[in-house]
């Protein structure tokens, strides 16, 4: 196990830098003078030149990567334009928030998608299957922003409820901070549900096919014993993938989500960072989220390992 994760650890460092550069690119290939959008159009050619010696922007491109990158390395995602205040703190400060709303939305995902998805592989071609599917598949088509919306209507009109705007710290105050994520986090709990769900019907059924699950059943197990202690565990690689996925998303930043319930987390921050041509924010901010991701996947690679120890690197 050791040993795989430090492979796996290695592996990362070309990953890392190969996002770096098409991170640096796309921010830097975007048609404009990033100085002239962020200074507006009454900007001075003297404001302008001032701005582009600030931001680097006044060196050769392949000069402005490497000094990008030492400062990466020495933990200096940049200053914003807007705030004048260091990226990174503000991307962990609000990554900290997208956190504690991804893991309320994952918790509330699997609750509802594993028991449903076992059910409707245990019931496959049943109405209880047939009717469980076409709520997945509802949950997947339909927009998270567009559930959400919903939600607010249905609470606000017909039960007078709002959620609080004021962002509370979960470790301030649980329940308030309990009130403002809750609907997020089922906004985002169903859609994250619904793919779960229907990969967890079927890699179930997959595996209750296998011979091992006939063998356990002809020994005289008790069908909860052959479904939960030997059919979900050699199940879960497939779940666990595209849950890992969704959850990388997720911490990356549900943008309109966080837009639509006002959370400050760090969608909301990048795109607040967009809209003000806040270009350190915007470059430090996709470069964060990316690297996220990256790692996200990487303890998925180790759960796999954990799970099934035949998994060689």
Same mark, same amino acid.
């Given at each position: 196990?050791?040993?795989?994760?430090?492979?796996? =650890?290695?592996? /990362?460092?070309?990953? &890392?830098?190969? #996002?770096?550069? +098409?991170?640096?690119? $796309?921010?830097?290939? !975007?048609?404009?003078?990033?100085?002239?959008?962020?200074?507006?159009?009454?900007?001075?050619?003297?404001?302008?030149?001032?701005?582009?010696?600030?931001?680097?922007?006044?060196?050769?491109?392949?000069?402005?990567?490497?000094?990008?990158?030492?400062?990466?390395?020495?933990?200096?995602?940049?200053?914003?334009?807007?705030?004048?205040?260091?990226?990174?703190?503000?991307?962990?400060?609000?990554?900290?928030?997208?956190?504690? =709303?991804?893991? /309320?939305?994952?918790? &509330?995902?699997? #609750?509802?998608? +594993?028991?449903?998805? $076992?059910?409707?592989? !245990?019931?496959?071609?049943?109405?209880?299957?047939?009717?469980?599917?076409?709520?997945?598949?509802?949950?997947?088509?339909?927009?998270?922003?567009?559930?959400?919306?919903?939600?607010?209507?249905?609470?606000?009109?017909?039960?007078?409820?709002?959620?609080?705007?004021?962002?509370?710290?979960?470790?301030?105050?649980?329940?308030?901070?309990?009130?403002?994520?809750?609907?997020?986090?089922?906004?985002?709990?169903?859609?994250?549900?619904?793919?779960?769900?229907?990969?967890?019907?079927?890699?179930?059924?997959?595996?209750?096919?296998?011979?091992?699950?006939?063998?356990?059943?002809?020994?005289?197990?008790?069908?909860?014993?052959?479904?939960?202690?030997?059919?979900?565990?050699?199940?879960?690689?497939?779940?666990?993938?595209?849950?890992?996925?969704?959850?990388?998303?997720?911490?990356?930043?549900?943008?309109?989500?966080?837009?639509?319930?006002?959370?400050?987390?760090?969608?909301?921050?990048?795109?607040?960072?967009?809209?003000?041509?806040?270009?350190?924010?915007?470059?430090?901010?996709?470069?964060?989220?990316?690297?996220?991701?990256?790692?996200?996947?990487?303890?998925?690679?180790?759960?796999?390992?954990?799970?099934?120890?035949?998994?060689?690197?």
């Amino acid at each position: 196990m050791g040993k795989y994760i430090l492979k796996r =650890l290695f592996s /990362l460092i070309p990953i &890392i830098i190969g #996002i770096s550069i +098409i991170v640096f690119l $796309i921010i830097h290939l !975007v048609p404009g003078d990033p100085a002239s959008i962020i200074l507006g159009n009454n900007a001075t050619p003297e404001a302008i030149k001032a701005l582009n010696a600030k931001l680097g922007l006044d060196k050769p491109l392949i000069v402005q990567y490497f000094d990008w990158v030492v400062h990466l390395i020495q933990g200096n995602f940049g200053t914003s334009v807007q705030t004048d205040q260091s990226v990174l703190p503000t991307l962990i400060n609000k990554f900290l928030v997208t956190f504690q =709303l991804t893991l /309320l939305s994952v918790l &509330i995902g699997w #609750i509802i998608a +594993i028991p449903l998805g $076992i059910l409707s592989a !245990v019931k496959a071609n049943s109405v209880v299957d047939f009717i469980l599917r076409i709520i997945s598949m509802l949950g997947i088509s339909i927009p998270n922003f567009a559930i959400g919306t919903l939600l607010l209507l249905i609470l606000s009109v017909y039960f007078g409820w709002y959620p609080p705007i004021d962002y509370v710290n979960f470790w301030d105050d649980p329940i308030s901070a309990l009130k403002i994520f809750i609907l997020p986090a089922i906004t985002m709990g169903i859609v994250l549900s619904a793919g779960i769900m229907r990969m967890t019907r079927t890699s179930f059924i997959e595996t209750l096919n296998k011979d091992f699950i006939r063998t356990a059943r002809a020994k005289g197990n008790p069908e909860g014993t052959v479904i939960v202690g030997h059919g979900l565990r050699n199940s879960m690689i497939p779940i666990i993938t595209i849950g890992g996925m969704q959850i990388g998303y997720l911490l990356g930043g549900a943008v309109i989500v966080e837009q639509l319930f006002s959370i400050p987390g760090i969608g909301q921050y990048i795109l607040n960072g967009i809209y003000h041509r806040d270009f350190p924010v915007v470059q430090g901010g996709v470069l964060f989220i990316s690297l996220i991701f990256v790692f996200v996947n990487l303890i998925v690679d180790i759960i796999y390992c954990w799970i099934d120890p035949r998994i060689k690197y």
